[in-house]
């Protein structure tokens, strides 16, 4: 089985190894999702919206959420490297 680290930022879709690319592949389409919550909370902290019992209760929640993925990334060989997907001409996804 050929180690995430040497994907070089592509998903790995070899038939010997295709549960280990898609494993890869959800995990880099979970990361996006999360990036982009995080960064929606952000901007609803930054606007004032939000009581300060809300703002403590989205950082825990976010914390939470970060830590998950961490145990995620260990358990299935995974770095935050192996999530960022080169795009080709578009660039890196994260």
């Given at each position: 089985m050929q180690p995430a680290?040497?994907?070089?930022?592509?998903?790995n879709l070899d038939p010997d190894n295709a549960e280990h690319g898609l494993t890869q592949l959800v995990m880099t389409v979970i990361e996006l999702l999360r990036q982009i919550?995080?960064?929606?909370a952000m901007r609803r902290v930054e606007g004032g919206t939000?009581?300060?019992?809300?703002?403590?209760?989205?950082g825990e929640a976010l914390m939470n959420l970060e830590e998950?993925?961490?145990?995620?990334?260990?358990?299935?060989?995974l770095d935050a490297e192996d999530l960022n997907i080169d795009l080709g001409p578009l660039g890196s996804l994260l």
């Open positions: 680290s040497q994907t070089s930022g592509r998903i919550v995080e960064r929606h939000l009581t300060d019992q809300q703002v403590e209760d989205l998950k993925m961490d145990e995620l990334k260990e358990v299935f060989g």
